[in-house]
């Protein structure tokens, strides 16, 4: 085994093992943190420096991306006129390993002069930071993943897995659901498999469908006209009895004969969805069925029809 897969091997470990410490710290003071999030009736104002800083950035994409509104304040620049962007609604989460950032010092002063409250992510428990903050949550002592320097590794993890805790907590705590996630991700590969099956499937007037008394050479000419591959059998009062594939006739070729009904080489019960599926399960419902087409039915009559193509083709894995 290499040295540098050692190494790699050894950052990983010390960096689990911050995580699981980070884990069996957590106390009540969660309850807290995420009481005063979900209590701004403004925005959360992320902040930090450096290493901290990325960190802050990213929690306050996610936040933002989960129904919190969020925005990340560079402290430095803080200090120069972006202040100004901080509300009285607003709350302020402010991350600094040590918690004696100098940086975040007229932030700080700022917040308390205007009685904006602070919750912290920090490791100072009797820092400046800390003793600032409502709320804080306090990270322990670990070891960093980078020994020779000391730069922040470990202790950066483990900020960055409290702010997702924190955001989950904090969507759950809401009610936030992956409808509601969709409005803020409508392009991409998570939005596309996101959206409703109604918004990418074939409407009735594309339907390719027979009667169950059809003969199959009827059946035949209906799968050539739709262009899917399939057709749908549905009984006297419109429901879906079954379907056709090229893969049944291939089946059924030399044990039927062209005026035998459709009814006698259909696959019963197919698997279907409804127009409020989610994109990404139907996908899933193709993959696992090797298929390439459901039918889409409400009150069990086919209303649409999903092809493997249309997911593919929106982004949909």
């Known amino acids: 085994m290499s040295q540098h897969l050692n190494a790699a091997r050894d950052v990983l470990s010390l960096e689990i093992k911050g995580l699981e410490a980070l884990r069996d710290s957590l106390d009540g003071e969660v309850d807290r943190m995420v009481s005063l999030l979900?209590?701004?009736?403004?925005?959360?104002?992320?902040?930090?420096?450096?290493?901290?800083?990325?960190?802050?950035?990213k929690i306050a994409a996610t936040l933002a991306s989960t129904g919190a509104p969020a925005i990340f304040v560079h402290p430095g620049e803080a200090s120069h006129g972006d202040l100004g962007i901080i509300a009285r609604e607003d709350c302020v989460l402010a991350l600094s390993k040590s918690g004696e950032t100098p940086e975040l010092g007229d932030l700080l002063s700022f917040a308390r002069r205007f009685s904006v409250p602070v919750a912290a992510i920090t490791a100072g428990r009797a820092s400046t930071l800390a003793?600032?903050?409502?709320?804080?949550?306090?990270l322990p002592e670990a070891t960093e993943a980078c020994d020779e320097t000391r730069?922040?590794?470990?202790?950066?993890?483990?900020m960055m897995a409290a702010g997702d805790a924190l955001a989950v907590?904090?969507?759950?705590?809401?009610?936030?659901?992956?409808?509601?996630?969709?409005?803020?991700?409508?392009?991409?590969?998570?939005?596309?498999?996101l959206r409703r099956v109604r918004d990418l499937m074939h409407?009735?007037?594309?339907?390719?469908i027979v009667i169950d008394s059809a003969s199959v050479t009827d059946a035949v000419a209906a799968m050539t006209r739709g262009g899917f591959g399939c057709v749908g059998v549905v009984d006297a009062g419109g429901a879906l009895e079954g379907i056709v594939t090229d893969g049944d006739l291939r089946r059924a070729f030399n044990r039927t004969s062209d005026s035998d009904p459709v009814s006698?080489?259909?696959?019963?019960?197919?698997?279907?969805?409804?127009?409020?599926?989610?994109?990404?399960?139907?996908?899933?419902?193709?993959?696992?069925?090797?298929?390439?087409?459901?039918?889409v039915v409400e009150d069990s009559k086919p209303v649409g029809l999903l092809h493997v193509h249309d997911c593919l083709s929106t982004g949909v894995l």
């Open 151 to 158: 730069a922040p590794t470990t202790s950066t993890t483990m």
């Open 169 to 193: 907590a904090l969507l759950r705590h809401r009610g936030f659901t992956a409808t509601d996630f969709h409005g803020f991700h409508p392009r991409g590969n998570l939005g596309a498999a």
């Open 38 to 57: 979900a209590a701004t009736r403004g925005k959360i104002v992320a902040t930090g420096m450096g290493k901290s800083g990325h960190v802050a950035r």
């Open 131 to 138: 003793k600032a903050a409502s709320a804080r949550l306090i």
């Open 203 to 208: 409407g009735p007037e594309a339907l390719p």
């Open 264 to 295: 006698a080489i259909m696959t019963r019960a197919p698997k279907t969805v409804t127009p409020e599926t989610l994109a990404g399960e139907a996908l899933g419902l193709l993959a696992r069925g090797k298929i390439t087409a459901l039918f």
